[in-house]
């Protein structure tokens, strides 16, 4: 079963706008880590962020932020006045203490499109 | 230099070859994967170890074959390629006790024809 699901496939902005990115997650671990990784159109994965399960204190850095919700087992991300050098594919991950944290289970991924 | 390598980044190959693609890592980093990554669907483990003794079975390991030759060196093979194998390749590296965060190499681009 899909552990981690991101239902946006393609969100296309035009510059400046912001966006949002939802990413829905299922576990029955008390522990886990929660990722973002980027994927510009050149193909590399980059990683973003990590965040365990204990905090769910929100992040932000620069023009990007995170949204921790344990609550709604969600780990939204946002590009606030977005450029054209955002337009990637962003995949969320999960990685759980049972797999002694070596699974990265990934979502199908957002593709953002970003337009002048 | 990148620190997680992989070669060839691209390959064209045939129904019933045998391919190796190889990944390096000069990032000190015990713990070693093989993903794929088809489009829509995003990355599936395909094997992955945590030390050069290590050897574990991901997602999706069928038709597939590893090897850790050493810290820093860790292959994919495929002994016999099949179309439906045509994906692109990550290898990623991590650190368990400084948190287990994966970074991933360039990427291996493989068709089977």
């Known amino acids: 079963a899909q552990k981690v699901t991101q239902a946006q496939t393609e969100i296309s902005v035009v510059e400046k706008e912001d966006v949002t990115l939802d990413c829905v997650y299922e576990t029955r671990d008390t522990t886990y880590y929660l990722f973002w990784y980027k994927q510009p159109p050149s193909g590399e994965l980059v990683f973003l962020i990590r965040?365990?399960?204990?905090?769910?204190q929100n992040e932000i850095s620069g023009r990007y932020s995170w949204n921790f919700q344990k609550s709604t087992s969600s780990f939204n991300f946002t590009i606030t006045a977005s450029q054209v050098v955002d337009s990637a594919v962003y995949f969320c991950?999960?990685?759980?203490?049972?797999?002694?944290?070596?699974?990265?289970?990934f979502g199908a991924g957002t593709q953002v499109v970003v337009t002048p | 230099d990148a620190d997680v390598t992989q070669t060839p980044r691209n390959r064209i190959t045939k129904t019933g070859k045998r391919i190796m693609l190889e990944c390096s890592q000069t990032k000190g980093h015990d713990r070693m994967y093989w993903y794929r990554q088809d489009p829509g669907l995003g990355l599936r483990l395909i094997y992955y170890s945590f030390d050069v003794k290590d050897i574990n079975k991901g997602e999706i390991s069928d038709g597939y074959s590893v090897s850790r030759q050493a810290q820093a060196k860790f292959s994919l093979s495929l002994e016999s390629a099949i179309p439906n194998q045509t994906a692109l390749y990550f290898c990623?590296?991590?650190?368990?006790?400084?948190?287990?965060?994966?970074?991933f190499g360039p990427g291996t681009r493989l068709t089977v024809l």
């Open positions: 965040r365990n399960s204990f905090d769910e």
């Open positions: 991950a999960l990685s759980e203490a049972q797999d002694s944290w070596g699974k990265l289970q």
């Open positions: 990623a590296t991590s650190d368990f006790p400084s948190g287990d965060t994966q970074y």
